[in-house]
């Protein structure tokens, strides 16, 4: 009989197929997922056009699905700490996959937003649990890389939005784009049921069968472990008898799960007021409607590749550091892409290295969070992050509308969106400072 460290037999043994295949479910999810979310940007010209819609009904679309995003997740991390992580992701995915298939049916407006509000209460709680999974399977030394892997999906999945309106839109309907992307999660919510396992970590702190536990840590690495073992989490800065959410907000970690928060507020704050509003902003610059949607899919692009090289870097360099630089650049980007109005080329090469700085650095937020948490509390401190964060997805759609409405030309817009990269960057340097010399920044609790 052996008492086995669950962190340290992920540690101690190479990736294993079981692994990849986790990784790769998790990476198809969020590919749907930001596919889902993203979706509406591209669609919402077409409707407004078909349904004589004001910029504000436009907005008031869009925040709907982002309003159900922070419902979704501030419940879902609470229950899949506590009834599990697994449970929770296969029933969002298939519920937001159904409600947007329903989308397709839609006649009015009312009825739109009814069925975007579920399917964002769904979606919200996919992709904490996304994360929380990766983080529960994976080594620490390759953590934080796998996870921007894995979240360089959503972007994937919004540049194939982007790509399937440009060329569905115009000759079968908005509808049809909808009912794509409803049927996808759908049949994925399936596979996950049947192959995905719940994570380890989960059952060891939840005292799952022991068969159970020794069955998956045997699908990792064959013949590891047998029944007489037992196993273990360490468990720092946590009293046993406290739920997650007074792990998050205990003295240890309150300081930065608020930076984190703050810091994910206005990272979706300007990747959904760009990639919401950025194709009617550039199309009412005088470009074709075609062109605004390829300025649009580039900023989408340059997620993916932003994504997995700040997770690469995240795991070689303090990953603070890493981030705070990353959202400096992407202000001087910005500032840079607000003189380039006037050219296509040049805006479709600045949008697309604007997304590699925001939508990559947002992927990394969901790595540190993930480095920050303990396992007791990391579904609930990764999905807060994302549901307090979304606020400001929320606040993103009308600050969009407001500025359209007064008529801010496109230099105007992005030169403003520079200040919010710029406090992101002073907020994670704030946390660094504040936890620099404590184990959390040296991985010690994961």
Known sequence: MAKINILDFLEN?????????????????????????????????????????????????????????????????????????????????????????L????????????YRFIAGMAMGGVLPQAATLVSEYTPKHHRSKLITFVFSGFTVGAAIGGFMSAQLISDHGWETVMMICGLLPLILSIILLLVLPESISFMVLNHYPQQKIVATLNRIQPHAVDIHD????????????????????????????????????????????????????IKNAHFTLQDAVLVGTMF?????????????????????KVL????VIGAVIIIWMSAATGSLILLCVSSFLVGFC?????????????????????????S???????????????????MLNQQWSLHQVLFTLSIPALLIALLLTLKWYCYRKTDLLKNALI
């Open 13 to 101: 043994h190479k990736i294993s197929r079981c692994q990849r295949w986790i990784v790769l479910l998790m990476f198809l999810t969020v590919i749907f997922d930001g596919m889902d979310i993203a979706i509406m940007g591209f669609i919402i010209p077409a409707l407004s056009h078909s349904w004589q819609l004001t910029h504000m009904q436009g907005a008031q679309i869009l925040s709907t699905a982002l309003t159900g995003l922070i419902v979704g997740a501030l419940v879902g991390g609470p229950l899949a700490d506590k009834i599990g992580r697994k449970k929770i992701l296969v029933v969002n995915v298939f519920l937001f996959g159904l409600f947007t298939l």
């Open 384 to 402: 807060w992050m994302h549901g307090l964060g979304r606020f400001g997805a929320v606040v993103s759609t009308f600050a969009g509308a407001w």
């Open 358 to 382: 925001f939508n990559g650095g947002n992927t990394g937020m969901n790595a540190l969070s993930s480095l920050f948490f303990p396992p007791a509390a990391r579904a609930t401190g990764n």
């Open 324 to 327: 705070a630089l990353n959202f």
């Open 230 to 281: 037992q196993f273990f989490l360490p468990q720092q800065h946590v009293n046993s008898n406290d739920n997650s959410m007074k792990i998050v907000l205990n003295h240890h970690f309150r300081f930065g799960s608020f930076m984190l928060w703050g810091s994910y507020f206005m990272g979706l704050l300007l990747v959904y007021l760009l990639g919401s509003w950025m194709p009617t902003i």
């Open 103 to 114: 989308c397709a049916t839609a006649q009015h407006i009312y009825t739109l937003m009814a």
């Open 300 to 320: 989408q692009l340059g997620g993916p590749l932003g994504s997995v090289f700040l997770g690469w870097l995240m795991d070689r360099y303090e990953p603070h």
